[in-house]
């Protein structure tokens, strides 16, 4: 399915130019620029002439810019952003002259460095002594103007010790300081900056971003810069124009729009979805940390410790340990881990992380239930064993057969009465939607069985009746129907909860745990969120059995996905009389900050409205 990238125009948040007396030293008017690409690829010279011959050779034009205009004014720091294939680099290329617009027109007023490809001529075989004096030349400088500044090449570059050394045996980044430094030797009016501010590594990247900023507040240099980075250009740049798929979709202080790139750019969905996270972005403001919680570690391991200390102040008795090499073990866990009001910890194929094992020394739990699918954690189950403190050690070890392995982990509860009425089904294949049902599992006591490929009904309708649950939550599509129609005729109410997309049926399981579960008994009860991202799973292992234990739900917002965005910002407001506080689990690599603050506003804007 293509994507959905929006491009129309935004807005257009630029001051009145009229009143701008500062001289203009770039001005693009109505530039658009259309290359030509061969309608079909042709392997040789005769083919060539037959098409010519035969008039079937055509081109068709990309349009890699489309009327775009703006000014520069002298001392203004222009910011360029965009996703990838945007035009950004085409434009700077304009500018710099490298390229001749198809239409409209660019004036430049002042002498001009372009820092667009570096490294462009430098010659591998030679050394970097030689390719110092053979960039200059190329950049127009004389032989004695490179005499005067050598040093200072060679220091800004930090190469002294490799001078000698043939360029073909330096490092890419190595060779972009030689060029930055070059390039940056003199004072230009003008400097154009094409993604230079990526070299090497932080430091240099550090060093090269001062060197700009030295030409900027000692030299007035006017710069225009495009980066990826959006923080490095609200932080360096006064104005900025967002270019997507060759087309403006808003201009105005880098602030603002920066702000509206970091919320829409990258992301897809409907004309309507974005328009409605616009208006979120323009209503928003800055949000303190005491607004929200963060409930995070150094890693996956260090947030299931602090969900365990944040909702078993007082300790626990028991614990349920999960191999973390597979979210279903976690899955598997989350009614067990309600039933015995446990946190859930995961350790690695390995080992026992750290902070894991300090958390188990501290508090010294009486019986740890130990998950593991697929017999991976040999060691950490052994090791588990050996603990001082000699703790009553259940392994609930499998053979790779999800179904079997949940079975066993049913017949335990059953032997011991842990279990309600009610028992949820799921697939290995349905990974968010999984997560987002842990909470209900956990709150409700369910068992949980996890399928992955072919089962046996026989034994499944045998659990059920051993058990007496009388209703099924079968979770997603990935479950095979034939599960639904057994239990059924067996006499078991079933509900299937599988929305048209996992981010729907995510926000469908959230809501119903929030219905059916209760708020803590000190009110200020708050919803957990967390991104549907599959690189956020290992940090929500324990949100589970945290968020059954603190009466919440856990939202999983797509950060890719406006649509999704914007469901999810209607969810917030819909439960803001069930919701007091968003609790955000993990780094802001999952949930970014600007994300974390449209939702905090509207849940305050809701609660506000009543």
């Not at 490298?98 to 490294?119: D, S």
Request: hydrophobic share 40%.
């Amino acid at each position: 399915m293509p994507e959905n990238v929006n491009t129309s125009s935004l807005a257009a948040a630029v001051e009145d130019l009229s009143e701008d007396n500062r001289r203009t030293m770039v001005k693009v008017d109505h530039v658009s620029m259309i290359f030509n690409m061969a309608s079909e690829q042709l392997n040789s010279l005769k083919e060539y002439a037959i098409q010519i011959a035969r008039r079937k050779l055509f081109f068709e034009g990309f349009t890699a810019l489309d009327d775009v205009s703006f000014e520069v004014k002298k001392g203004d720091v222009f910011g360029i952003i965009g996703t990838n294939g945007s035009g950004k680099s085409t434009m700077l290329k304009i500018i710099a002259g490298v390229l001749e617009p198809t239409k409209g027109t660019c004036e430049i007023n002042g002498n001009i460095a372009p820092l667009i490809e570096l490294g462009a001529g430098f010659d591998t075989e030679l050394s970097a002594r030689e390719n110092i004096y053979l960039n200059g030349a190329l950049l127009g400088y004389s032989k004695e103007f490179i005499n005067d500044h050598f040093d200072e090449i060679v220091e800004f570059a930090e190469i002294e010790k490799f001078l000698d050394m043939p360029l073909k045996n330096y490092s890419s980044g190595m060779v972009a300081r030689i060029a930055f430094a070059i390039a940056t030797v003199i004072v230009p009016e003008i400097l154009v900056v094409d993604e230079v501010l990526s070299v090497g590594d932080f430091m240099f990247q550090k060093k090269c971003e001062d060197r700009i900023s030295e030409l900027i507040e000692k030299h007035g240099v006017t710069v225009l810069i495009v980066s990826h980075s959006n923080a490095q250009v609200e932080r360096l740049c006064n104005k900025v124009i967002w270019i997507e798929k060759g087309h403006t979709r808003m201009m105005g202080d880098a602030a603002s729009v920066c702000r509206v790139y970091g919320g829409l750019g990258g992301r897809t969905g409907s004309a309507e979805a974005e328009q409605r996270v616009f208006e979120a972005l323009q209503r928003s403001g800055e949000h303190e940390e005491s607004d929200f919680s963060t409930i995070a570690g150094d890693d996956a391991n260090g947030t299931a410790v602090q969900l365990a200390y944040r909702g078993w102040e007082n300790g626990f008795d028991t614990a349920v340990v999960v191999c973390a090499s597979t979210h279903i073990n976690a899955i598997m866990a989350n009614g067990l881990a309600g039933a015995v009001d446990a946190p859930v910890l995961p350790v690695k194929p390995d080992r026992i992380p750290d902070a894991v094992a300090s958390i188990l020394r501290e508090t010294k739990p009486s019986t740890i239930y130990f998950v593991d699918a697929e017999r991976n954690a040999v060691e950490p189950l052994a090791a588990l064993e050996r603990l001082s403190w000699s703790p009553a050690i259940i392994p609930f070890v499998g053979d790779g057969s999800l179904f079997d392995l949940s079975l066993g982990i049913h017949r335990h509860g059953i032997e011991r009465g842990f279990w309600g009425d009610e028992m949820m089904i799921v697939d290995f294949d349905d990974n968010p939607e999984s997560l987002a049902a842990a909470p209900l599992a956990s709150a409700k006591r369910c068992p949980v069985i996890a399928t992955r490929g072919a089962i046996s009904y026989d034994a499944l309708e045998s659990a059920v009746h051993e058990a007496g649950h009388n209703r099924a939550l079968v979770v997603g599509h990935a479950a095979d129907m034939t599960i639904d129609d057994r239990l059924r005729k067996r006499g078991i109410s079933v509900e299937r909860i599988a929305c048209d997309t996992p981010q729907k049926t995510c926000i469908a399981l959230c809501e119903r745990t929030l219905v059916e579960t209760q708020p803590p008994q000190n009110g200020g009860r708050e919803l957990c969120v967390a991104s549907l991202s599959l690189s956020q799973w290992p940090e929500l292992l324990g949100c589970g059995a945290y968020a059954a234990k603190q009466g919440s739900a856990l939202l999983l917002e797509n950060p890719t996905d406006l649509d999704d965005i914007d469901q999810c910002l209607d969810f917030v407001k819909r439960s803001s009389t069930q919701v007091d506080k968003l609790a955000f689990v993990g780094k802001e690599s999952g949930v970014a900050r600007l994300d974390r603050e449209l939702l905090v506003e509207a849940l305050d804007d809701a609660r506000a409205r009543g």
